[in-house]
């Protein structure tokens, strides 16, 4: 879906329970800059079908906003096109993972027939763990040609997430640091890693964006902005408070 001149996202990929992200992309006139990867190989697929399709004459690069798998899986099928992907330094996963959420799937398959015969293996079908090989920073810019990119550190839902803001467009892409509908993950840490988090919502909200592209959910837009910022903070003051996570 357009969401402003050059910025687009993808919503609606394939995920297991509530692991349902969104991805995104910017055009610039030389590159496009595809933001997260989805689940599965299938997922990035799809996403790298919309992109090519909006500017088939572009170069593709890739930003991640986190380490977590439903934000990475399809990082897979992105390598295999000789795709740079760019993240925080700090995001290396190993290949353990993938068969851990395999795992997961395969537990929560509800047919016997089907969970013996695997079928995990087909939504994962070509999947594997592909770790980023660039790096990015707070401060560092994305040229597309004609657009630009901001990287920002907005951590605290892990210590590696990083935002992209497109700052003629006032659009910005935050990961998990915001999510909608969805109760915030917090069980990656306590009340000092909340804490952070909070100082990341400042950071966002001193941004100012016309739209926000969250990690999980829907795009935010206007005055939906205030609301749904202030929703993630209460839930990170009151898990502070009691030491306690919402979910």
Known sequence: MRISDNCYMVSGLSGP????????????????????????????????????????????????????FDHIGGNCFFHEKGVDIYAHRGVNREEGLIDAAKGELNRAIENDVRREANEEEAYYLHTRVVNPNRTVKSGDVIDLGGKTVQVLETPGHTAFNLSYLVPDEKVLFCGDAIVTHYIPNLGEGGPEDWKVWLK???????????????????????????????????MLQGAIRTGNTPD
């Open 200 to 234: 990341s919502l400042d950071l966002i909200e001193e941004k100012q964006p016309d739209i926000i592209v969250p990690g999980h959910g829907d795009v935010i837009k206007g005055r939906e902005i205030p609301r749904a910022i202030q929703r993630i903070r209460d």
């Open 17 to 68: 329970g509530h692991w349902v992200p969104i991805a995104g992309f910017v055009t610039g006139a030389e590159k496009t800059l595809v933001i997260d990867t989805g689940m599965t190989y299938m997922s990035a697929r799809t996403i790298f079908g919309y992109a090519h399709g909006i500017r088939p004459d572009n170069e593709v690069l890739v930003a991640i906003t986190e380490p977590h």
